[in-house]
């Protein structure tokens, strides 16, 4: 086996060690047996289905939101094949972390001929204007929550010294490693990128590709697109409160707390967040009042149910695609 494919099998096998370590570590004790039963009796499964709606949707925007940003340098690809390439890369990310922009660049280049290139440059550039938003969020959000924090802890009685006290040294253990693994994993990135890829090449491509949404016609439809993906996100992670009876009271402001440090804890490449999501999600949980084993039961179930939606749509893109030819 030739050297790189070693390496990418490594690279792949720690990444599901790291997430499957830290679920291991979360639910070594667990009762596995009530989990079973709350989702057997207790659980609203319409609620569930309906979260998946929007599981759907946030990625149907993305696949109209890139094909407006592919238009204005003079790709014109289906809107289909947009939104299935979309769909694959989240299915193709579950078995290689982060390897899913490649993914739908590849997948727009083999069936409408669209420059592998100039469409990478546009993805960078679309995650650009979510990571500008997700900071956004997260400002408008802490600022918001100081008084809910400082009222939250005057009632009680606490404080943040007591709060970070029960914070276990696993705890800050599974912090620091999964911090110290995103920035090999981000240093790694950089330089594969400038040993292999023309840099310049790259940056060109950027630069294209921020023009390109600049250049966008109805960019008010844009900011809609935008806005859509995000929305969805959200309602596809706040409509799962109201499936539990230990959630559903928690309110909006909760939700979106727990859905910023969830957004934030995915950075670390392990398929689909897997383990720092739990771990980030439960613990905001149970700072908000929730029993650490009800917190661990919704982020199992949650977890798990949303994340089987993303090979699903993956073999229904498959398979969608094995009736079209590729482009000539």
């Known amino acids: 086996m030739p050297r790189k494919n070693i390496r990418n099998t490594v690279n792949v096998v720690l ?15 667990f009762d596995f047996g009530r989990m079973c039963h709350v989702l057997q009796n207790e659980m609203h499964w319409g609620f569930m289905m309906l979260s998946m709606v929007f599981g759907v949707t946030a990625q149907v925007f993305r696949g109209l939101r890139w094909k407006q940003s592919l238009e204005p340098i003079g790709e014109h690809p289906k809107v289909s094949t947009c939104i ?52 956004v969020i997260v400002a408008a959000v802490c600022l918001s929550q100081i008084g809910v924090f400082a009222s939250f802890f ?14 276990t040294l696993t705890g800050y253990i599974v912090t620091a490693i999964c911090t110290i693994i995103t920035v090999c994993f981000l240093y790694w990135g950089l330089k594969k990128v400038a040993k292999f890829v023309n840099f310049r090449k790259i940056i060109d491509d950027i630069m294209e590709g921020v023009k390109s949404v600049g250049a966008v016609r109805r960019k008010w439809l844009f900011i809609l697109y935008t806005l859509g993906i995000w929305v969805s ?47 980030a999600v439960k613990t905001i949980f149970v700072l908000y009042g ?25 073999v229904f893109s498959l398979i969608c695609l094995s009736f079209r030819h590729p482009a000539k």
């Open 154 to 167: 005057s009632k009680t009685g606490t404080n943040f010294g007591h709060f970070f006290s029960q914070f």
């Open 15 to 29: 990444s599901i060690l790291l997430g499957a370590g830290i679920l291991w570590w979360m639910y070594r004790g």
């Open 233 to 279: 996100y959200f309602l596809h992670f706040y409509i799962t409160f109201f499936c539990f009876q230990f959630t559903e009271n928690l309110g909006v402001m909760t939700a979106l707390v727990a859905f910023v440090v969830g957004s934030i804890a995915v950075i670390v490449p392990t398929p689909n967040g897997m383990g720092p999501w739990h771990f």
């Open 84 to 135: 299935h390439a979309v769909f694959l890369s989240y299915a193709s990310s579950l078995i290689i972390p982060r390897v899913g922009e490649v993914t739908r660049c590849g997948v727009l280049n083999r069936y409408d001929k669209v420059s592998f290139a100039k469409a990478f440059g546009t993805v960078v550039t679309e995650r650009i204007i979510d990571s500008l938003l997700i900071l």
């Open 290 to 314: 929730v029993a650490a084993v009800n917190a661990e039961t919704f982020v199992l179930i949650v977890h798990t149910l949303q994340t089987a939606l993303i090979p699903i749509l993956g």
